[in-house]
């Protein structure tokens, strides 16, 4: 081995001892031959092969909630903001059917209607406190018709001052959608780099969704409210995950380790390299 792979191999002898952003190499190693993990972690790793249409559904759903709420409040776009509103509750509702185990040709049957789809959700599921939104959704039903010109209910009768309850919606869905109980941790964990469920409340912790946070704690009480029972269950239940989700903190503090461990190593590259000069001119 010549010169420079010698130092190659330095280096990377060096990052291998290196902890990871949230554990220990030995937590790490505890943690994953735990048997409960092997056993969750597998039924998650089945169950998420089984169910691409329900996860595909349910970012869709995140994406419009977070994409109307900007178009509300900070853009002030209330027809496409409002509109983008129901259609994310479609989404949801539809995730909540297809939790349930319907098909994805089945949710299709209800189309845009969403107080059938939130009736149907009530069917399938037996949660009575889905009923308590029945007047909002109809509601929703008319935001959706409000992009015509010729709609009898424009966006701006509406304003922002619905977003409330379309958060405290939101929030319930999130937290109430039927999963099996051994997958229920990636509601909160996301699973693999928070990635295998981008829920709203792992895109409020997780380091790759940091954009996502301003946008969806704006004037959002439901959220605000409860941030830290939420990053609570967010920093537990990511722990199910082989590769759990890190913070932006805990990323840019792994980051930082690992540029140390590279600057030890070029500055002792460097020492050698000088002293090896002083050695050959002597």
């Given at each position: 081995?010549?010169?420079?792979?010698?130092?190659?191999?330095?280096?990377?002898?060096?990052?291998?001892?290196?902890?990871?952003?949230?554990?220990?190499?030995?937590?790490?190693?505890?943690r994953?031959?735990?048997?409960?993990?092997?056993?969750?972690?597998?039924?998650?790793?089945?169950?998420?092969?089984?169910?691409?249409?329900?996860?595909?559904?349910?970012?869709?759903?995140?994406?419009?909630?977070?994409?109307?709420?900007?178009?509300?409040?900070?853009?002030?776009?209330?027809?496409?903001?409002?509109?983008?509103?129901?259609?994310?509750?479609?989404?949801?509702?539809k995730?909540?059917?297809?939790?349930?185990?319907?098909?994805?040709?089945?949710?299709?049957?209800?189309?845009?209607?969403?107080?059938?789809?939130?009736?149907?959700?009530?069917?399938?599921?037996?949660?009575?406190?889905?009923?308590?939104?029945?007047?909002?959704?109809?509601?929703?039903?008319?935001?959706?018709?409000?992009?015509?010109?010729?709609?009898?209910?424009?966006a701006?009768?509406?304003?922002r001052n619905?977003?409330p309850?379309?958060?405290?919606?939101?929030?319930?869905?999130?937290?109430?959608?039927?999963?099996?109980?051994?997958?229920?941790?990636?509601?909160?964990?996301?699973?693999?780099?928070?990635?295998?469920?981008?829920?709203?409340?792992?895109?409020?912790?997780?380091?790759?969704?940091?954009?996502?946070?301003?946008?969806?704690?704006?004037?959002?009480?439901?959220?605000?409210?409860?941030?830290?029972?939420?990053?609570?269950?967010?920093?537990?239940?990511?722990?199910?995950?082989?590769?759990?989700?890190?913070?932006?903190?805990?990323?840019?503090?792994?980051?930082?380790?690992?540029?140390?461990?590279?600057?030890?190593?070029?500055?002792d590259?460097?020492?050698?390299?000088?002293?090896?000069?002083?050695?050959?001119?002597?």
């Open positions: 081995m010549d010169q420079i792979d010698t130092k190659q191999m330095d280096l990377l002898e060096r990052l291998a001892r290196v902890d990871g952003p949230i554990e220990t190499q030995t937590e790490t190693a505890n994953i031959s735990d048997p409960n993990f092997v056993r969750t972690n597998r039924e998650t790793r089945l169950w998420l092969s089984h169910n691409g249409d329900l996860r595909a559904m349910h970012e869709i759903a995140v994406e419009d909630y977070v994409t109307s709420r900007h178009a509300i409040l900070d853009l002030g776009i209330l027809r496409t903001g409002l509109a983008l509103a129901a259609q994310s509750i479609e989404k949801f509702l995730s909540y059917l297809l939790a349930s185990g319907l098909t994805i040709g089945e949710t299709r049957q209800h189309s845009h209607r969403i107080v059938d789809l939130l009736e149907k959700a009530h069917e399938r599921t037996g949660q009575d406190h889905l009923l308590d939104y029945s007047g909002f959704c109809e509601n929703l039903q008319k935001w959706y018709n409000s992009r015509y010109p010729d709609s009898n209910d424009p701006l009768r509406w304003m619905a977003v309850e379309f958060d405290r919606f939101v929030c319930f869905l999130e937290e109430h959608i039927p999963l099996p109980t051994d997958i229920e941790h990636l509601k909160f964990g996301g699973g693999d780099l928070g990635h295998s469920w981008s829920s709203i409340f792992v895109r409020l912790f997780g380091d790759t969704f940091s954009q996502h946070r301003a946008a969806l704690l704006s004037e959002n009480g439901a959220l605000i409210t409860r941030i830290a029972e939420f990053e609570t269950r967010f920093l537990s239940d990511r722990l199910a995950a082989g590769l759990p989700a890190t913070t932006l903190r805990e990323s840019r503090e792994h980051s930082q380790r690992v540029e140390a461990i590279i600057n030890e190593f070029q500055n590259a460097q020492q050698a390299d000088a002293a090896d000069r002083d050695q050959a001119d002597s």
